[in-house]
């Protein structure tokens, strides 16, 4: 019965401190103020993350793509049907080789 009533005492400072707490005036204008505020927030990210794609960085990646679709149409234009058709062979074991052995 003891607890009881240490706990009885408990509960009861409890409520008596949670009818002192005062009412809160807040702005009626405190959610539009909030929500102005998250959207300006939001279109600064978004402007911050396209303004590394200026128009100097995009004219340099351009120019490499454009060098490297070069080099590898010139490499394409260098390799012959022929060749890749015997490295493919070769690399399969379907070439017969023209060389003569020492049994034959």
């Keep these: 019965m003891k607890q009881n009533a240490e706990m009885n005492k408990k509960v009861k400072a409890t409520f008596?401190?949670?009818?002192?707490?005062?009412?809160v005036k807040v702005s009626p204008f405190f959610k539009e103020n909030v929500m102005q505020?998250?959207?300006?927030?939001?279109?600064?990210?978004?402007?911050?993350?396209?303004?590394?794609f200026t128009p100097k960085i995009q004219m340099a990646t351009l120019v490499c793509v454009v060098v490297?679709?070069?080099?590898?149409?010139?490499?394409?234009?260098?390799?012959?049907?022929?060749?890749?058709?015997?490295?493919?062979?070769?690399s399969y074991g379907l070439s017969t080789s023209t060389e003569s052995s020492i049994l034959n």
């Design 16 to 23: 008596d401190s949670i009818e002192s707490i005062q009412e």
């Design 37 to 52: 505020k998250i959207r300006t927030a939001s279109e600064d990210i978004q402007e911050v993350t396209w303004s590394w």
């Design 68 to 90: 490297l679709n070069l080099i590898v149409f010139v490499d394409l234009q260098e390799t012959t049907y022929d060749s890749n058709i015997n490295s493919f062979a070769e």
